[in-house]
Each structure stands twice: as C-alpha cells, then as structure tokens.
C-alpha cells in the first residue's frame, strides 16, 4: 500500500525563524511529488519535484528530493505571518492519474 | 488563470437525504478528482474520471457515486448522507501527468 508521511504534524514559530517540513513516501512506479499550501479553503500548487538532488526555489521557499532515502524537504526561511497554513506533500505515480497525499503539517508564524 | 468552481461552500443536511456537490472546470481538463479532507488524515481521494463518463473508485469510495456527464463537471453524489460523512469535500481538475491539479474552493458539509 502506498504512504505518505509527513512531519511534524504541527509547529509554531516566530517570526523570521526557518522552517524544515518533511514528506517520506513508500510508493510504486514514483513519477513525482508535489508540495501544497493551503491557507484557507482551496491548496494551491508550490512544487513539483521529479529528480533526485534538484532544488527548487521560490523566493524564501525551497525544496529538495531525495529518491534514494525516499523524501522530501520543504523549507521555509524567514518566516512571515503569512506562511501559517497546512502544507501537504502529494505523491504522482507513473501511469497513474491521481494523488496520494499525506496528512499536511500545520505551521503556524507568530509576530 | 484555471478555476475549479464548487456550487456551494458550507453545507448542512439531514442524515439519509441525498447529497449533490458540484464542480465545475474551465479549463478543458480530461481529469477531475474528488477528495474528502479530514483533521489528521490530509484529503483522501474518493473517486476521479479521466473522461466524460468515465470514474474509477478511488481509496473511499464507499457511501458514494459520481457523475460526468460533460468534460468540465464533475458531481459528487451522496446517496443518503450518514453523520460520518461530515468533512471538507475538495474539488480537483488537471491533465493526465502534467503536475499540478487545481483546486476549488471547498465545501464543507455537516450532515446532522
């Protein structure tokens, strides 16, 4: 059966702190994974990683995958009030159409 | 931008009625998802369609039908609503493997 892990499944932190969420995954055929936030209702799109040891980067957000060990890592730097939310990992498997997700990691930024 | 509409955002009903959720898409996507969301399960994935009047079950299907009639709306059809399927219940459209799917806005449903 295929899993998605993520941890912690919830921190607080203060301002300007950094933030290292992690998605393990155990699944078959692995094509992708992909990285949510979702703030209020709808999660939108942040990443999608396919190769192993390739950052990506959107302003103070970054993530990294390791397809050897089997996850991923989304880091937050400088946090800002505006980064509490759930973030979700979701894993695509090739030849496959849809989603598995992991239980999301709530974060919560302090002033 | 991509929208994925859901018809309503809050919804309380009664145990045993039948329970429609719409969704529809404007961006001519062959695939749609409907996932449920609960506190410390993430969304779980109760059906999806590749094509108009296609579905295959996804990892709940139970207590649950859908419906495509046309390529940009999905329903998500409660049978007889049970109080255990009070949750968020979240849209998604995309194309087959191409990253990310888009998302609509929710509906929570309470079912007394």
């Known amino acids: 059966e295929d899993k998605v892990v993520q941890s912690p499944l919830s921190l607080v932190v203060h301002e300007g702190d950094t933030v290292t969420l992690n998605c393990s995954y155990e699944v078959t055929n692995f094509r992708s994974l992909l990285w949510y936030k979702q703030e209020k209702k709808a999660p939108t799109f942040l990443f999608m990683l396919?190769?192993?040891?390739i950052e990506k980067k959107s302003g103070r957000l970054s993530s990294i995958l390791d397809k050897k060990e089997l996850f991923s890592i989304l880091n937050i730097t400088a946090t800002q009030t505006g980064d509490s939310a759930v973030y979700l990992c979701a894993v695509e498997k090739d030849g496959d159409y849809k989603l598995s997700f992991g239980a999301g990691t709530t974060v919560t930024v302090r002033a | 931008d991509v929208k994925v509409t859901q018809s309503s955002r809050y919804l309380v009903k009664r145990t045993g009625e039948k329970v429609f959720l719409e969704c529809v898409q404007d961006?001519?996507?062959?695939?749609m998802f409907w996932y449920r969301q609960d506190p410390g399960l993430g969304l779980r994935l109760i059906y999806f369609?590749?094509?108009?009047?296609?579905?295959e079950k996804g990892d709940i299907p139970e207590g649950y039908s859908v419906s495509r009639e046309k390529k940009e709306r999905f329903s998500l059809i409660l049978e007889s609503a049970s109080t255990n399927q009070t949750s968020m219940y979240l849209c998604a459209s995309g194309e087959y493997q191409t990253d990310e799917a888009f998302f609509g806005q929710g509906t929570r449903l309470t079912v007394v």
């Open positions: 369609s590749y094509d108009v009047k296609m579905k």
């Open positions: 396919t190769s192993s040891g």
């Open positions: 961006m001519d996507h062959e695939n």
